[in-house]
């Protein structure tokens, strides 16, 4: 990857996270303040052993009389997998067990209500959710919304082996689920047909309704396959070229239609995966697979055709260590629907966007369970990937509302040690009036914490396994 991308990468995840850090965490800092309880840290990253800002550092201090007897230091720490609020009186990810052996003051957490530690703890995960909600408000009010009418698809899709045995064939377009019309295509029509129970399609002039299984559909399994359950029908016509590649080295270009690859003919996307994907992986995966197997499967056999009346021509491509040729196809040019909002038209539709992708995530949290799904996780480097790889300010705020959301619901989860945890045990308290001892909340925080970091590894592992080792060619 390119070292300039990377760098635009990495900075929209570190000006991402640090927002949503600082947001979050100022949600349980301002409900403390609220109820007049004492917060004696605000780290943004955590300050393990050190930290890189303190407003408690001397030159600081020098410059800033005014903070020095400030009941809270601001910081920033050097680890960057989250941040804290340390708020007097509890038992959280800093294992201050000292101060809980203390007589309890009127200004900690222990010596508030419940309803009062209800909010102080559920603070961040709220602030996550407002975050993300005013978001999508202002991106609406500022750049409007663009779709894709299915009924515009006039190509219509095409469909792999799956598919086709559910019933589905090549140029179908998808109109309604359950009865229900199929507005727009987005990503999220892959959970759409993966929990309906009929599909009713467009074929040619005609509504066809097909009945899907009464168990569903795997949506990873239909995102992940290679081809997908359904694509968009897009033919084998070169769009752009990479700089360098193997298709710009053997003289392809844009409007290059692509005939055959190594005998086989093919004319869309699909096609082409098909035959170069497919056979590769069986290849690669086969018993006694050796470096010069591998290296056959980097020569490529290509026909094709320049111009619509030129003749037919034959290259072979060395491609590169990726088994990339290096082209990008013509998607098909349907019309858009562009749709502009008011200050007030704005806010019910940010809330309308927020809860779609809330219940969606939550609806694709059944997965991480699966084998497949535990290799879907991942830590910075997924994340920092998904966003583009030059600035593009709509998409910037796009993604960090994704994510604020996505960190609201990780912290909401009853895991202890999280949010959610903590959240758990004061609904025990609220119902039964009984508190846990502070063994036990040590105990539950310190099992939360061994939770939270096997989850990192596991996510760090797969960042190493799909990003690091197939950069260093491993």
Same mark, same amino acid.
């Given at each position: ?144 919304? @663009?779709? +894709?009418?299915? *009924? ?5 899709? !095409?469909?792999?082996?799956? $598919? /086709? ?127 010069? @197997?591998? +290296?056959?499967? *980097? ?5 094709? !055709?320049?111009?619509?009346? $030129? /003749? ?163």
């Amino acid at each position: 990857m390119d070292v300039q991308v990377v760098l635009i990468k990495t900075l929209q995840l570190l000006c991402c996270l640090s927002l949503l850090v600082v947001l979050h965490e100022g949600g349980h800092f301002g409900f403390s303040k609220l109820f007049g309880v004492k917060v004696e840290k605000f780290y943004m990253f955590f300050d393990y052993k050190f930290h890189l800002f303190s407003t408690r550092s001397k030159w600081f201090t020098r410059l800033f009389p005014h903070f020095k007897n400030n009941e809270t230091e601001y910081g920033i720490g050097w680890i960057p997998l989250g941040g804290y609020v340390k708020i007097s009186g509890m038992i959280d990810e800093s294992m201050d067990l000292e101060q809980m052996k203390k007589p309890a003051q009127a200004n900690e957490f222990r010596s508030q209500k419940v309803w009062k530690r209800f909010f102080i703890m559920f603070g961040g995960v709220l602030m996550n959710f407002l975050t993300a909600w005013f978001i999508y408000s202002a991106v609406m009010f500022t750049w409007g919304r @663009d779709y +894709l009418p299915m *009924r515009e698809i006039t190509q219509g899709f !095409q469909f792999n082996k799956e $598919a /086709q045995s559910l019933g589905f064939r090549d140029g179908d377009i998808p109109v309604a689920v359950d009865g229900k019309e199929i507005v727009e295509f987005n990503p999220s029509l892959f959970r759409t047909l993966s929990n309906a129970s009929n599909v009713t399609v467009l074929r040619g002039n005609e509504e066809v309704t097909l009945q899907m299984p009464e168990e569903g559909l795997n949506m990873l399994e239909m995102l992940q396959s290679v081809p997908r359950f359904m694509s968009l029908y897009t033919p084998a016509v070169v769009d752009s070229v990479a700089p360098g590649s193997a298709a710009q080295k053997a003289g392809l270009q844009k409007g290059t239609r692509i005939l055959a690859v190594n005998g086989k003919e093919i004319s869309t996307k699909v096609d082409y995966d098909c035959e170069v994907t497919i056979r590769r992986e069986d290849v690669l995966a086969a018993p006694g697979c050796t470096h010069a @197997d591998s +290296l056959k499967q *980097r020569q490529l056999q290509v026909v094709y !055709q320049l111009t619509a009346d $030129a /003749q037919p021509d034959t290259v072979m491509l060395h491609l590169d260590k990726e088994y990339k040729m290096g082209v990008v196809f013509m998607m098909p040019d349907y019309k858009q629907e562009h749709v502009s909002y008011t200050l007030l038209s704005c806010i019910p539709a940010g809330l309308q966007q927020g809860w779609r992708t809330l219940t969606g995530y939550v609806n694709d949290m059944k997965y991480v369970a699966s084998a497949e799904g535990a290799k879907s996780v991942g830590s910075f480097i997924t994340i920092g990937n998904i966003f583009p790889s030059a600035w593009d300010w709509q998409q910037f705020w796009l993604l960090t509302a994704f994510i604020s959301i996505i960190l609201a619901v990780m912290n909401i989860l009853p895991i202890p040690g999280l949010d959610g945890g903590h959240i758990v045990f004061l609904l025990w308290e609220g119902i039964t009036g009984k508190q846990p001892s502070d063994k036990a909340a040590e105990w539950f925080e310190k099992i939360g914490l061994g939770l939270l970091i096997l989850l990192m590894l596991l996510a760090f592992s797969n960042d190493i396994r799909n990003f690091i080792l197939p950069l260093l060619g491993l």
